[in-house]
């Protein structure tokens, strides 16, 4: 199993910035991806970014150039650098990780894993 914990959500006026983390534990075995999607009321779920275990980072046009993923493979951890927040920001910002886990002493496989999510609010 892997659990995933969010932090770093909050209120924030436009054009300010927050840092959301995340931080992935239990069985796990290695983590191919890590990254952050989001889901405003009323809309799907969509990818805001991932990065991958070589540190390739992929953004949604939305959001390029405003935010910054990285991530410690030695601690796995995912941050994101939100920065010239706009209303259409807000959200709630969910954790994601695809990768090998263990179960009962045993391989699992790749498996995708989310977070129970971090509210972002823009607002002035």
């Known amino acids: 199993q892997v659990q995933l914990v969010e932090s770093g959500g909050g209120l924030v006026q436009p054009g300010g910035s927050l840092t959301l983390s995340c931080v992935a534990s239990?069985?796990?075995?290695?983590?191919?991806?890590m990254g952050w999607f989001r889901q405003a009321p009323g809309k799907q779920r969509e990818l805001v970014a991932t990065i991958t275990s070589g540190s390739t980072a992929t953004y949604a046009d939305a959001v390029q150039g405003r935010f910054t993923i990285s991530r410690d493979n030695a601690k796995n951890t995912v941050d994101l650098q939100m920065n010239s927040l706009k209303p259409e920001d807000t959200a709630v910002y969910y954790c994601y990780v695809r990768g090998k886990t263990t179960r009962w002493g045993s391989p699992r496989g790749l498996l995708d894993y989310w977070g129970q999510g971090t509210q972002v609010t823009v607002s002035s």
């Open positions: 239990g069985s796990i075995l290695s983590i191919n991806v």
